[in-house]
């Protein structure tokens, strides 16, 4: 139900009264106008333009590089054989015919 301008300034003029602060009728009228257009507003639609999905450039972190490539010469001197090694993150290997996998994980420094 669209009200008009006139009738939601005296029904938010009564509004403030009851809860102590009177406005005078211009006041009213400004935040009639106000609310009116931010009822206008609730229609939201897709926009037919696809969103640019940021390059982020991912920082290398040598200290855990450094960590899991001692790991691989310590596995690889065990006879292990390595199948894959994420990022700075994750090796897999075979040793003994099982495979396993040691993920490193840096926490932060708590506050």
Sequence with gaps: MMM???KL???IMLECEKEGEPVTMEEALEM???EIKANGNR???KSDKPRKK???ERKV???KKHILDCCRVLLEGMDAD???IKTETEITFNFDEDEYSLK???HRKKK
């Design 32 to 34: 009639a106008e106000m």
């Design 4 to 6: 008009n301008k006139e």
């Design 43 to 45: 229609r939201y639609e």
């Design 61 to 63: 972190d040598e200290t």
């Design 104 to 106: 490193l994980i840096k």
């Design 9 to 11: 300034a005296e029904k």
């Design 82 to 84: 390595i199948l894959n």
């Design 54 to 56: 940021s390059t982020r």
